[in-house]
T-cell receptor, first 115, second 115 residues
Framework: DSGVTQTPKHLITATGQRVTLRCSPRSGDLSVYWYQQSLDQGLQFLIQYYNGEERAKGNILERFSAQQFPDLHSELNLSSLELGDSALYFC??????????????FGPGTRLTVL | AQSVTQPDIHITVSEGASLELRCNYS??????LFWYVQSPGQGLQLLLKYFSGDTLVQGIKGFEAEFKRSQSSFNLRKPSVHWSDAAEYFC?????????????FGKGTHLIIQP
């Protein structure tokens, strides 16, 4: 158990809908990262927040957005969902603002199925 | 841009035999390198990481990896595998400064253990 929690574990929805994925980092961690894991694209970095501020952006679609709240939990919002958004979404957290020396600990993931 | 290649999609090893999983990276400077393992239904667990110094890195669960700059490789090894090692293994490279790019992962190698 990494100490990173994600809810829900599974989510099934329809195309065009909007969903919110939630992540609570390990106690004391200030950074939260979001990754998408799909069969065709593999594991891709989406976005990072550090202490409430966006720190880095990866391959995140405009239909997706995220935020980190004062209590440091984070939410990933996915809107206008398409079939291709079906994937496993991971959250990771780290102590500091990032950098490879700042080890990322991953949560169990949320499996999103878009029908 | 940085990239990671794991040439083997699947590897089958007999229990008790030795294991080597290949990883090649592309990065403009000295990379920070990681190996993660993902068991079915689980998040990613960090096995080991390389930042600098000794090119042979020891990790958890009896794994080790060797950084070879001349070959741009960071292969993962274990002298004797156990059935519980069956999982998906991911090699990743991190940005050297600031973590602004998140982690870049390879496509993964699926390890199958034969009894």
């Amino acid at each position: 158990d990494s100490g990173v929690t994600q809810t829900p574990k599974h989510l099934i929805t329809a195309t065009g809908q909007r969903v919110t994925l939630r992540c609570s980092p390990r106690s004391g961690d200030l950074s939260v990262y979001w990754y998408q894991q799909s069969l065709d694209q593999g594991l891709q970095f989406l976005i990072q927040y550090y202490n409430g501020e966006e720190r880095a952006k990866g391959n995140i679609l405009e239909r997706f957005s995220a935020q980190q709240f004062p209590d440091l939990h984070s939410e990933l919002n996915l809107s206008s969902l398409e079939l291709g958004d079906s994937a496993l979404y991971f959250c990771a957290s780290s102590r500091g603002p990032g950098g490879a020396t700042d080890t990322q600990y991953f949560g169990p993931g949320t499996r999103l199925t878009v029908l | 841009a940085q990239s990671v290649t794991q040439p083997d999609i699947h590897i089958t090893v007999s229990e008790g035999a030795s294991l080597e999983l290949r990883c090649n990276y592309s990065y403009g400077a000295t990379p920070y390198l990681f190996w993660y393992v993902q068991s079915p239904g689980q998040g990613l667990q960090l096995l080991l990481k390389y930042f600098s110094g000794d090119t042979l890195v020891q990790g958890i669960k009896g794994f080790e990896a060797e950084f070879k700059r001349s070959q741009s490789s960071f292969n993962l090894r274990k002298p004797s595998v156990h059935w519980s090692d069956a999982a998906e293994y991911f090699c990743a490279v991190g940005a050297q400064r600031g973590g602004a790019d998140g982690l870049t992962f390879g496509k993964g190698t699926h390890l199958i253990i034969q009894p």
